[in-house]
Structures are given as structure tokens and as C-alpha cells.
């Protein structure tokens, strides 16, 4: 098998990956959303690191929303142009 991670010794890699096989469905989903909200909060620090720590909640939302959303539904969904207010 090819590495997945050129980073990660293969048997580092073979040890993770035979975690995951032991790991039932609702475990994986489990890692899934917990990796999710892991980046959430890393975006939302460099959001706040980049624009201060006073943003409302709406703002810091919209701006992490902007993140993910093309600028047209922005506008459309929310009326936040990210051009113009900033991702």
C-alpha cells in the first residue's frame, strides 16, 4: 500500500489507520465532528486575531460563514459581501 502521509513513518501510519478500522461507525462520525469543531475554532481565532477580539457573535458567523460560502450567496442569504467587508 502507498502512504497516505509522506510525513508519517509507515508504521506510525499502519497503527493509525488500524485504529480507524476498529473504530465503529458512529466513533468515526464522532472523530468527524470533533475535527470539525477543531477547525471551527481555529478559524474563528485567526477571524478574531485578524480583525479583534470585539466582534459580535453575527459578525464573527458571517465572516466564518464567508469562509466557506461563495460571495453570491453571501449577498443573497445573508447581505455580506465578503469584498467588501472582509472574509
Keep these: 500500500m502507498r502512504s497516505l502521509a509522506r510525513d508519517t513513518p509507515p508504521d506510525v501510519e499502519e497503527r493509525i489507520l488500524e485504529g480507524y478500522r476498529r473504530m465503529s461507525p458512529a ?3 464522532q472523530r468527524v ?5 477543531a477547525v471551527e475554532t481555529m478559524a474563528a481565532a485567526r477571524v478574531r486575531e485578524q480583525y479583534g477580539p470585539d466582534l459580535s457573535d453575527r459578525e464573527l458567523r458571517l465572516r466564518l460563514a464567508a469562509l466557506r460560502l461563495d460571495r453570491r450567496t453571501m449577498i443573497e442569504v445573508f447581505g455580506w459581501d465578503p469584498e467588501e467587508h472582509g472574509y
Excluded: A, F, P
Aim: aromatic content about 0%; cysteine-free; overall charge neutral.
Design 27 to 29: 466513533e468515526k462520525i
Design 33 to 37: 465532528v470533533e475535527l470539525n469543531r
